[in-house]
């Protein structure tokens, strides 16, 4: 049981805050095996990260929109390079987009969700690809230093932005 638990710990990939930075994460790889009957043992192990260079605020990580009246927003990236973030998009039927200039199109059913991923390139809805649903070029989701505006027209509920700054 104490195995399964250091790995579920030291997974595959995931996210890590250090002690002189905490208000901020990075994201990981874990590299290497481990040697977990050493760790068991010894409560020692090497872990060998692979960390990317970029690191995201752990304390404004996530901003909901609920957007009853209004058809835009003003989202800051506190960082100091460009971010590439997650927008989460509730609502249903077809939604223009638009973050900065770029304008991303996408079609939904009722009551449904659709998240545009910066950093992968993708859109999907929990597991699903729906890179189909999404015409707009998701090289141009980003954010620059400073604040941005996000517009939209449609039926939307809600807008989630996540991974807004970002600091190297």
């Known amino acids: ?14 996210t890590v805050v250090f002690s002189n930075e905490p208000d901020k994460y990075y994201k990981y790889t874990t590299l290497h095996q481990i040697d977990f009957e050493r760790l068991c043992r010894f ?26 009246l209004q058809s835009y927003q003003t989202v800051k990236n506190n960082g ?15 939604i223009t987009l638009t ?17 545009l ?10 597991g699903t690809l729906k890179n189909r649903s999404v015409t707009g070029n998701l090289k141009n989701l980003w954010l620059p230093i400073g604040e941005s505006n996000i517009s939209w027209t449609g039926t939307v509920t809600k807008i989630v932005l996540t991974d807004g700054s970002r600091w190297i």
């Open 117 to 126: 991923d910066g950093a992968t390139l993708n859109a999907y809805m929990g």
């Open 99 to 115: 973050v900065n200039d770029f304008t991303f199109t996408i079609v939904m059913g009722t009551d449904e969700y659709i998240t």
């Open 1 to 14: 049981p104490l195995r399964s638990v250091f790995i579920q710990y030291f997974d595959s990939q995931g």
């Open 80 to 94: 100091n390079v460009i971010s590439r973030p997650k927008i989460t998009i509730y609502g249903s039927g077809t």
């Open 43 to 68: 409560k020692t192990a090497t872990v060998t990260f692979h960390v990317q260079p970029f690191k995201f605020s752990s304390v404004d990580d996530t901003i909901e929109y609920l957007v009853s």
